[in-house]
Nanobody
Framework: QVQLVESGGGLVQAGGSLRLSCAAS????????PGWYRQAPGQQRELVAR???????TYADSVRGRFTISRDNAKNTVYLQMNSLKPVDTGVYYC??????????????????WGQGTQVTVSS
């Protein structure tokens, strides 16, 4: 069994910064194309940023230049550095990844895994 656990959310004033972390656990071999999504109240979940195995990153237009996604493969962790935060960035932030893990001496693929989410609130 694998698990993604987000942390680092909280309440911050507009213009401030937060750093989110997403740690994978459970005999992880690799995290493939992990990404961060967010869901504002009454809105659909949207992709914020994604990073490939070779470090190539993509961003939503609304966060490009303010947010930076990175990964530490040795720690099976993905980060989202969020700067110049705006009230419109408020929402629950979720980590998503396809994971390969070892289970009973076999490699198993766990596709489309989600964390439980971490709340980010930006006050004006």
């Amino acid at each position: 069994q694998v698990q993604l656990v987000e942390s680092g959310g909280g309440l911050v004033q507009a213009g401030g910064s937060l750093r989110l972390s997403c740690a994978a656990s459970g005999n992880i071999i690799s995290m493939n194309s992990p990404g961060w999504y967010r869901q504002a109240p009454g809105q659909q979940r949207e992709l914020v940023a994604r990073i490939t195995s070779d470090g190539t990153s993509t961003y939503a237009d609304s966060v490009r230049g303010r947010f930076t996604i990175s990964r530490d493969n040795a720690k099976n962790t993905v980060y989202l550095q969020m700067n110049s935060l705006k009230p419109v960035d408020t929402g629950v932030y979720y980590c998503n990844a396809d994971i390969v893990a070892r289970s009973f001496s076999e490699l198993r693929s766990f596709r489309d895994q989600w964390g439980q989410g971490t709340q980010v609130t930006v006050s004006s």
